[in-house]
């Protein structure tokens, strides 16, 4: 099943790497400040993205870490579960990473 993913309603739950080489210091996953690019090996796509969450980072160990969409303008559909990407700041790839699961949200209803 594809999901259409044009809208800014899920999560992408995913495991990612940053390379000791590439950053001084590791991003906060965690502050809902960080906003790179994901880009899907394979393609040249930038993805805006804002982690919201993960474990701390320790530069060249897989950990794990929740996203979010950022430009309602972006087709994000190739982000599907098993998708690999880079991380990249700038014109720089800073980390790697992998999609694990995507949390559709569902929409609210009232009663």
Known sequence: MRLEMSDLDFTISCTVTFYSKKRRTPPNLNNGKYCPHLVIKGSEQLLG???????????????????????????????????????????????????KEIFQHKPYRSK
């Open 49 to 99: 993205v804002n982690f919201i969450d993960g474990e701390d980072v320790t530069f060249d160990k897989q950990i794990g870490a929740n996203a979010l969409p950022v430009y309602e303008t972006v087709d994000y559909s190739a982000l599907q579960v098993g998708a690999e990407f880079f991380i990249m700041e700038g014109g720089n790839i800073v980390g790697e990473g992998i999609v």
